[in-house]
């Protein structure tokens, strides 16, 4: 399917309904070394550690709901539904909750569960993993359903495929510390990049830069979407 504009979204998205990002000084992570709980080398190690870390964060998603810009993104995935491709590198599910189709998730889904023996994966919703077995082969061997460092990203062969063929290339939320976000702007001449800190090296990257929260931002950012695809 040829897609015109591609919404990108990173943690600055879901950051003003209360979902910590790596930036926040008192943030989720902090509790943690990183590597320990998000990368293969620490699942190996302690993976009942992990577990809990991942039941945590399902708890957290739990209590927080979607915010104006999750909302309006999904307003403006159903009013051009074969034109705008929404994908995120969160693994929360406020863009869904917000009314928001065909979301493609980056970085898997905390919502999810799967099984290391068989591959299945089934939604747990906000529920702990502890005691549960795989609903296909009945394996005990299961895990969260989101990359670890040290892992294939499978839907990145998705993105690659959908910036081929957009023209206006937009993101929210992200340092470009995963994604090479510099690089792909370049490669756009319509690129937006909304985010609440000024960044520099990557800001000049893009030919529009919004410095607000992502709320704020997301007014500008339709009306942009809006005059592109009427024109």
Not at 36 to 43: D, I, K, L, M, N
Not at 96 to 122: P, Q, S, Y
Not at 176 to 187: C, E, I, Q
């Amino acid at each position: 399917m040829m897609w015109s504009v591609m919404i990108l979204s990173g943690a600055g998205l879901s950051a003003e309904s209360g979902l910590k990002t790596f930036r926040d000084s008192d943030g989720l992570w902090e509790e943690y070394d990183v590597m320990e709980v998000c990368s293969v080398e620490g699942f190996a190690k302690d993976p009942k550690k992990v577990g809990d870390f991942y039941d945590a964060r399902r708890a957290q998603l739990e209590r927080v709901e979607p915010n104006f810009a999750h909302k309006k993104i999904a307003e403006l995935k159903e009013k051009y539904p074969r034109e705008i491709s929404v994908v995120t590198q969160n693994v929360d599910d406020l863009l869904e909750r917000a009314g928001c189709k065909e979301v493609i998730h980056l970085h898997g889904t905390l919502t999810d569960l799967r099984c290391e023996v068989c591959g299945n994966i089934w939604k747990v919703g906000y529920e702990s993993q502890e005691g549960k077995s795989c609903q296909k082969c009945g394996s005990k061997k299961i895990r969260h359903n989101v990359v670890m460092f040290g892992e294939p990203a499978p839907m990145y062969g998705y993105l690659d495929d959908v910036f081929s063929s957009i023209e206006l290339f937009i993101v929210i939320g992200s340092s470009g510390n995963v994604l090479p976000l510099k690089s792909m702007a370049k490669y756009k001449e319509k690129s937006v990049l909304n985010n609440l800190h000024p960044e520099p090296d990557l800001d000049r990257s893009f030919q529009t830069v919004i410095h607000k929260k992502a709320s704020e931002g997301i007014l500008e950012i339709e009306k942009m979407v809006k005059d592109f695809l009427c024109e």
